[in-house]
């Protein structure tokens, strides 16, 4: 158990909607990331919050949004949903941002039908 | 940009030796280590630093060559529970709050009975 929580474990939706997937970071950790995988692309990073504000930004798209509140914890709101979108997103936390283990939760599969 | 490993797949008998290699275009400080099981969240094995500092698990062993922007994941008598997809991830950041990592596509390795 990495102590990083995500819910749901499982989303099932329609193109078009929107969903949010929430992260509570291991107790202590500052810094949290945000990875989709797929099976064609591998991990990739979408966006890192260290103690509320943004501090890195990878392939996210616009539709795509996410914030960490002042308990820490992160949500990501996927909107305007597409069938592409349908990936595991992960989370992880860190305790600063710099050169430290990245833990990771287990993860929100989201499927586009 | 996404940092390459070599090779994509490897099956290996248990007891047997396996090289994982990660090779990257742009200057690096930092290459982290992840391994992850099917339908697991990816677990963190080890960190190396420009400089020669490392953090990870005493059982695995890995070099990063700073000039050749180059890792290597060294797994020695593999057990059954090696079994797993490994991935590199690699930033030219020397830190602070901010810290992207570029993973690599995986390697997947199986290690057999």
């Known amino acids: 158990d990495s102590g990083v929580t995500q819910t749901p474990k499982h989303l099932i939706t329609a193109t078009g909607q929107r969903v949010t997937l929430r992260c509570s970071p291991r107790s202590g950790d500052l810094s949290v990331y945000w990875y989709q995988q797929s099976l064609d692309q591998g991990l990739q990073f979408l966006i890192q919050?260290?103690?509320?504000?943004?501090?890195a930004k990878g392939n996210i798209l616009e539709r795509f949004s996410a914030q960490q509140f002042p308990d820490l914890h992160s949500e990501l709101n996927l909107s305007s949903l597409e069938l592409g979108d349908s990936a595991l997103y992960f989370c992880?936390?860190?305790?600063?941002?710099?050169?430290?283990?990245?833990?990771f939760g287990d993860g929100t599969r989201l499927s586009i039908l | 940009q996404q940092p390459v490993q070599s090779p994509q797949a490897v099956i290996l008998r248990e007891g047997e030796d396996a090289v994982i290699n990660c090779s990257s275009s742009k200057a690096l400080y930092s290459v982290h280590w992840y391994r992850q099981k099917h339908g697991e969240a990816p677990v963190f094995l080890m960190i190396l630093l420009k400089g020669g500092e490392q953090k990870g698990h005493e059982k695995i062993s890995a070099s990063f060559n700073e000039k050749k922007q180059q890792s290597s994941l060294y797994l020695t008598a593999s057990q059954l529970s090696y079994s797993g997809t490994y991935f590199c991830?690699?930033?030219?950041?020397?830190?602070?709050?901010?810290?992207?990592?570029?993973f690599g596509k995986g390697t997947l390795l199986t290690v057999n009975p």
């Open positions: 919050y260290y103690n509320g504000e943004e501090r």
């Open positions: 991830g690699t930033s030219g950041s020397r830190g602070g709050s901010n810290y992207k990592l570029t």
């Open positions: 992880a936390s860190s305790v600063a941002g710099s050169n430290q283990p990245q833990h």
